[in-house]
């Protein structure tokens, strides 16, 4: 993998994100969920545009594809306990 897709998957991982002094918890935890989805979702779009058919980048791709994925899953867990609540 390249060192700029380690970067980024260490990145998303440790992900932290500041509240605005405004805002309550649901629009804090939602743009936290959003930001690091759209996050992967951004780096897959550019690992794509660079791949051009060749598989020079299928690890990077398929790493932070997979990481993406346990971010929805966080997403939609978190969705679902805040909507049962």
Known sequence: ????TINFVNR???YELKRNYD???????????????NSCYGYLK???SN???SGK??????????LSKECEKEYLRWKENYENT
């Open 51 to 53: 791949m051009n058919g």
């Open 46 to 48: 550019l690992l794509s």
């Open 57 to 66: 980048l299928n690890d990077d791709y398929n790493e932070v594809m997979k």
């Open 23 to 37: 805002e309550d918890e649901f629009t804090f935890q939602k743009r936290y969920y959003k930001s690091r989805l």
């Open 1 to 4: 993998m390249r060192v700029e």
């Open 12 to 14: 998303i991982k440790n």
